[in-house]
């Protein structure tokens, strides 16, 4: 009997959310097919085990076959993907596409990617699914109290539209009002609902210290926005003397405040019953929305893109038209504007199903005197190389380039290019 020796191969990629390895076909891969499907294109290198190494399959030429088949026969409906084979590497490279019809199920279960694993979705997450296959969205679905009022929504129309009262037909147009009745995005802006609102709390020198708190629930999300940024007016706007004048000052940008809280409701899943956090601590402010980000957006695309896939869109148009945010896309940019001339940055984390925004005060700066220096010559969205930096800080070559990789570990500033050319920025 002759053995066929499999050959070892290393590879460079390790598991990713993207990425899968398995030594072997076995049925459980169709569960990260459906996950590909459901949430984003990925690839399954058969063959290859945990750790990265080509091992090889005995016959890739009939497992490549079988895989075809397995997924045929177990993938409900059948997504689009395609198989190339390697027969030098004796490995089969399966690429599954993010479809449209979701939910993909696998023995009529749904799944995701958590990491390099794969989950099944809860009941929550199936049904948003469902809504995208059927290019729907949770805000535009028929709400289930019709006994609504909207007397703030009103009051805030006739002063951003120029409308004298609120008709049917201006809810038509909203998409407040469709043919079954008020839609969830109607209940989400009503005076009274059933939805979850923002917990605000100001904190002491701890978390175990609670000086003040506000939680608004089942309001119209516009009262919870503006009651929101009252109590942030409380602890971060004074006023201060200049010659005979009084002057308006805010320790963090109330614009940016006001961006961040806007989006947490505009972007959040309201469907989970859990309320947007807003912690007021001395020198910052975090405002945590519950829900990951809209499944097609991307980390990159969320924190430097202008790409915007809105969860809510129909709330979203009106807080628009309210001019609670700007156009779609900008949140983040608009954010970050605020900061333009700040030392202090703001600090985007998006993890375990939620996202949050830190907005640091503008009047302290945690780093050395060079990080400060090197910070204030970047500010007003100046791109400069190093030699540059030197010239405008006065700092030498090493302090400023020990400064500059302070500065990037913090994530303070961007480099772009290389050798001579490159540069960097405020990020």
Not at 165 to 176: H, P
Not at 346 to 370: C, K, N
């Amino acid at each position: 009997m002759s053995m066929k020796r499999r050959r070892t191969v290393r590879m460079v990629v390790r598991e990713s959310p993207t990425v899968e390895y398995k030594e072997s076909v076995t049925p459980t891969f169709l569960k990260t097919v459906s996950a590909y499907a459901n949430y984003g294109t990925g690839k399954i290198e058969f063959g290859v085990d945990d750790g990265g190494v080509a091992v090889g399959l005995s016959d890739p030429v009939a497992e490549c076959l079988r895989i075809e088949n397995m997924i045929n026969d177990s993938l409900d409906p059948a997504p689009r993907y395609t198989l190339e084979l390697d027969e030098n590497r004796g490995t089969v490279t399966l690429t599954v596409y993010e479809g449209q019809d979701k939910p993909y199920r696998s023995k009529g279960k749904a799944y995701r990617r958590n990491d390099s694993a794969t989950v099944e979705v809860d009941r929550f997450e199936y049904g948003r699914l469902t809504l995208e296959g059927s290019n729907l969205t949770f805000d535009a679905l028929t709400s289930a109290r019709q006994d609504l009022s909207f007397h703030t929504l009103e009051h805030k129309c006739i002063e951003h539209l120029g409308i004298s009262e609120l008709t049917s037909d201006i809810m038509r147009t909203l998409r407040l009002l469709g043919k079954d009745g008020y839609t969830n995005a109607a209940a989400i802006l009503a005076d009274n609902n059933e939805f979850p609102g923002i917990d605000c709390v100001r904190f002491g020198d701890t978390e175990d210290v609670l000086l003040d708190r506000e939680t608004t629930t089942g309001l119209s999300a516009i009262e919870q926005v503006d009651r929101a940024v009252a109590m942030f007016a409380r602890y971060y706007r004074y006023e201060r003397i200049e010659g005979v004048e009084r002057v308006q000052t805010d320790r963090i940008p109330l614009e940016a405040f006001r961006e961040a809280v806007a989006n947490a409701l505009v972007h959040r899943t309201w469907d989970v019953q859990a309320n947007v956090q807003v912690a007021l601590y001395d020198d910052r402010v975090v405002v945590t929305s519950p829900g990951s980000l809209p499944a097609g957006l991307t980390t990159e695309q969320y924190l430097y893109g202008q790409i915007s896939v809105l969860r809510n869109p129909i709330v979203a148009e009106v807080f628009l038209k309210l001019d609670y945010i700007e156009k779609f896309g900008t949140g983040i940019a608009r954010i970050r504007r605020a900061y333009r001339d700040s030392i202090n940055q703001p600090v985007f984390d998006i993890r375990g199903g939620v996202v949050a925004v830190a907005l640091p005060v503008t009047d302290a700066f945690e780093g050395s005197g060079e990080e400060a220096q090197v910070l204030k010559a970047l500010s007003g969205g100046r791109i400069m190389s190093r030699s540059e930096i030197e010239k405008q800080t006065g700092l030498s070559r090493a302090r400023t380039l020990s400064a500059l990789e302070s500065l990037l570990s913090r994530n303070a500033i961007m480099k772009q290019g290389t050798g001579r050319a490159t540069k960097y920025e405020r990020a």
